[in-house]
């Protein structure tokens, strides 16, 4: 275990450690545009140079394993004066179009210019500017401006090491030099969005951001990707009440500080197609409504049915917070025994982060439930047999859409659906009751591994929807039932009790 | 903490009110009768039949300049929109076809919005703008109106006012 001296601190770390892995522990962040902590040392920026005791040369950082008794410096005047060299070489054939770059306020070539440079370029004309292509579309998500690029090949390495799918490459030489997709390649596998995420500079960004909003108008809050079983930590950027992408967060025993290309877009189940009101009747005679009127007509439609024709469709997509109020609704204000489970369709799934299952809580609603539920498919062969009849139901999918499933909902004479959007549970439902998107309401999911994590609340729910333990109390109370809690916090009491515990190093933010 | 209020030191010929407003009321006829009889030096002016000069560097409404092919030099970079301390600029971005003659500008604004209304003339947006898109140099006032939203003044309406010269373009082109 080797020790060494970082600008006067002591530290010990495994063998093999890199200087600048090493200064990080300490706190001490060193400049640097082509190392990454996931990612094979490549040391071709040279924004990472050192100083060495005993040592004539400025050394790489990202390179240069810790040694015994090493004593490093790295804010000395030698050192400073490279960077500054470092920073004016790499924005030497720049084209310094900030104001139509989507990196802008998160770019390390502004960062660092501001840090260490804040010279004028000695080259400011702009036919001695090397030109190269811009805005070239390198796959469904992913746009390449080779002018802005530092060829640091963090995105080259990402491709071959981390997604497994070597589609960028290196091409020309010098000045001319610039990352291409392989021919007859797109850059389309599975994670193609983190390929602009470890971008340092405006050089790769998402298409789908694209213009969208300036990254300094944004507030970040940490939360849990709801695209899939696997529940990755994520930062959503958000400004007023608007969801804008999913950013990963460093969870170095889960996601490693990445996210799949559904993660990232997943903030669009915020945004889209959402219910903002309480509305009453299917199809043609959907109606906006109050929240009297609709909690009225919803405890009138299931209080009239018997208890033994009643049921409860629990939400994968979910919270488990929101499950439990469920379940306590269902069970005793409805006297409901049978219960379901919704949630989006199985989709693709690989060995790096992706899980079939669609869902971020499947899980959870298992443990909340305390039995496993059945599935979706056998309320539709019940509906449509006639032997259920009213249900209340959480969330807006239903994996198994088609004819027959609709029709079989259709058959349900009370259909109660507490939804943050609209879907095909909501639209075959008597009642629709609006409920947080997952950035609207604190909550926890467990994900497949079993680990439950908590997130907390983004913004505050859109329109007049209201949170879903709140909903179901004032429910109840329509029904003559007084239910144990009225919040989301009341809720959460009752949750943790029924959690495993997370495990050590992973789990929740 | 108690204070020492002083009394005013004054006699009794100003303590009775009297004369002394009748002096003051001397001042305000002396004036009135020599500018109606005689010469007149007034330092009102007849608005608007009468104008003053402003200085050149007025802080009018707002104006986005025109490239020379008539599109708009701003690049919806929002900088303005980030500078202005009464959050009045309202921009939306669009990106131009690949196909379009101005493809290589990449973004422009398909919607821009300034609230007259709640600008406070401060100049910052000017300040802030990296390609002099967006100047105060017009020389007018917001227009009076009868209902608030007119004085959203809407991209195309900011893009056709003139500054007080008469040109749409910036008194700023790009050094080649
Ligand atoms: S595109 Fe970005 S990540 Fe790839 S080499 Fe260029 S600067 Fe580095
Ligand atoms: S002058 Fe000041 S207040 Fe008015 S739009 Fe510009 S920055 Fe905003
Ligand atoms: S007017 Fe200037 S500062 Fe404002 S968005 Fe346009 S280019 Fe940017
Ligand atoms: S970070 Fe060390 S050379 Fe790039």
Redesign the pocket.
């Known amino acids: 275990m080797p020790k060494l001296t970082i600008d006067g601190r002591e530290i010990e770390v495994a063998a093999g450690t890199t200087v600048i892995a090493a200064a990080r522990d300490l706190g001490i962040e060193i400049p640097h545009?082509c190392w990454h902590p996931e990612l094979s040392v490549a040391a071709n920026c040279r924004m990472c140079l050192v100083e060495i005791e005993k040592q004539p040369k400025l050394q790489p950082s990202c390179q240069l394993p810790a040694a015994d008794g090493m004593v490093v410096h790295t804010d000395t005047p030698r050192v400073r004066e490279a960077r500054r060299a470092m920073m004016e070489y790499l924005l030497l054939n720049h084209p310094v179009d900030c104001p139509i770059c989507d990196q802008a306020g998160e770019c390390k070539l502004q960062d660092y210019y501001q840090l260490y440079d804040l010279k004028a370029s000695r080259l400011w004309s702009e036919e001695g500017k090397v030109r190269k292509r811009k805005r070239t579309v390198f796959g469904p998500h992913v746009v390449?401006d080779a002018e802005r690029?530092?060829?640091?090949?963090?995105?080259?390495r990402f491709c071959a090491e981390i997604a497994k799918d070597p589609v960028l490459i290196e091409v020309h030489r010098g000045d001319h030099s610039e990352?291409a997709v392989a021919p007859g390649r797109t850059l389309d596998h599975a994670y193609s969005l983190m390929?602009a995420h470890?971008?340092?500079?405006g050089?790769?960004t998402s298409r789908d951001f694209r213009f969208q909003c300036r990254v300094w108008f944004l507030s970040s809050t940490p939360t849990i990707c709801p695209g899939c079983a696997t529940g990755c930590n994520a930062l959503l950027d958000h400004r007023r009440g608007e969801a804008f992408r999913l950013r990963p967060r460093d969870n170095p025993a889960l996601n490693r500080g990445w996210l799949c290309d559904d993660g990232v877009l997943a903030f669009r189940l915020h945004n889209d197609h959402r219910l903002t009101t309480p509305e009453l009747g299917r199809g043609e005679e959907a109606r906006p409504a109050s929240w009297d009127e609709a909690l009225a007509e919803a405890a009138a439609l299931l209080g009239k049915l018997p208890k033994a024709q009643r049921a409860a469709v629990l939400s994968a997509e979910h919270s488990c917070e929101e499950n439990w109020a469920l379940c306590v609704f269902a069970r005793e204000a409805l006297g409901v025994e049978r219960f379901f489970v919704a949630g989006r369709a199985a989709g693709e799934a690989d060995e790096l982060l992706r899980h079939a299952d669609k869902n971020p809580n499947r899980a959870g609603v298992r443990l909340m439930l305390g039995a496993e539920p059945e599935p979706l498919e056998k309320l539709v062969e019940e509906a449509t047999a006639g032997s259920l009849r009213g249900v209340v139901a959480l969330g807006a999918a239903a994996a198994t859409t088609g004819p027959a499933a609709a029709t079989g909902l259709l058959r349900l004479e009370a259909l109660v659906s507490l939804a943050p959007r609209r879907g095909p549970l909501p639209e075959a439902a008597h009642v629709r009751l609006p409920c947080p998107s997952f950035a609207e309401a604190a909550g926890t999911y467990v994900n497949a591994r079993g680990q439950p994590q908590e997130f907390p609340r983004a913004m505050p729910p859109r329109g007049e929807a209201l949170e879903v333990p709140e909903l179901l109390a004032r429910l109840a109370r329509r029904l003559d039932l007084t239910l144990p809690f009225r919040s989301t916090a009341d809720v959460r009491a009752a949750v943790m009790p029924r959690l495993p515990q997370p495990a050590a190093g992973g789990g929740a933010p | 903490m108690p204070y020492v209020v002083r009394r005013p030191d004054r006699n009794l010929w100003e303590q009775s009110y009297v004369p002394e407003t009748v002096r003051g009321l001397a001042v305000t006829l002396r004036h009135f009768f020599r500018n109606v009889l005689g010469r007149r030096d007034t330092v009102t002016l007849l608005y608007p039949e009468q104008r003053r000069p402003y200085p050149p560097r007025f802080r009018g409404v707002h104006r986005l300049t025109q490239r020379d092919d008539g599109a708009p030099r701003c690049t919806a970079c929002m900088c303005c929109q980030t500078a202005c301390p009464a959050e009045c600029i309202h921009i939306v971005a669009g990106e131009y076809p690949a196909d379009h003659p101005l493809a290589h500008v990449e973004k422009y604004p398909a919607e821009f919005w300034i609230d007259e209304l709640r600008c406070v003339s401060c100049g910052l947006c000017v300040e802030a703008c990296p390609c002099d898109a967006i100047r105060m140099d017009t020389g007018l006032h917001p227009r009076p109106v009868e209902a608030r939203p007119h004085l959203m003044y809407e991209r195309n309406l900011l893009l056709s006012i003139s500054d007080t010269a008469g040109s749409v373009f910036t008194a700023n082109p790009r050094k080649k």
């Open positions: 545009f390449y690029c530092v060829m640091c090949t963090r995105c080259v990352i390929t470890v971008c340092p500079v050089a790769l």
